[in-house]
């Protein structure tokens, strides 16, 4: 069983950066890429990037392609979320999630959340403007 710990959110000013950290543990994990995501209030969780642990394959959507970067430590096990130039649109919480295949990851389903089985706790950014 995989779990996830993030860390790293909190309160930035419009404009600045954040690192988001993602540890993971349990079984079996590296076989398979990370995701991020993001659920601000009343919105529905919403797909920012993945990566594949393997060759750090990743992919964006387009709103944060630029501003974010997502990048793997393996040696320990950690996925990061690199948030430059921060807006206030960006507050929400952040989760990590576990459990995108190789082949899910090439496709759209790495934008549905159904398609990972492990969560993080998750951390909240929250941007001033």
């Known amino acids: 069983q995989v779990q996830l710990v993030e860390s790293g959110g909190g309160l930035v000013q419009a404009g600045g950066s954040l690192r988001l950290s993602c540890v993971a543990s349990?079984?079996?994990?590296?076989?398979?890429?990370m995701g991020w995501f993001r659920q601000a209030p009343g919105k529905e969780r919403e797909f920012l990037a993945a990566?594949?642990?393997?060759?750090?394959?990743?992919f964006y959507i387009d709103s944060v392609k630029g501003r974010y970067t997502v990048s793997r430590d393996s040696a320990k096990s950690t996925v990061y979320l690199q948030m430059n130039s921060l807006k206030f649109e960006d507050t929400a919480v952040y989760y990590c999630?576990?459990?995108?295949?190789?082949?899910?990851?090439?496709?759209?389903?790495?934008?549905?959340?159904?398609?990972?089985?492990?969560w993080g706790q998750g951390t909240q950014v929250t941007v001033s403007s």
């Open positions: 349990g079984s079996s994990f590296s076989n398979y890429a």
């Open positions: 990566i594949s642990w393997s060759y750090g394959v990743t």
């Open positions: 999630a576990a459990g995108l295949s190789s082949r899910e990851l090439i496709t759209a389903q790495r934008l549905r959340t159904v398609t990972y089985n492990t």
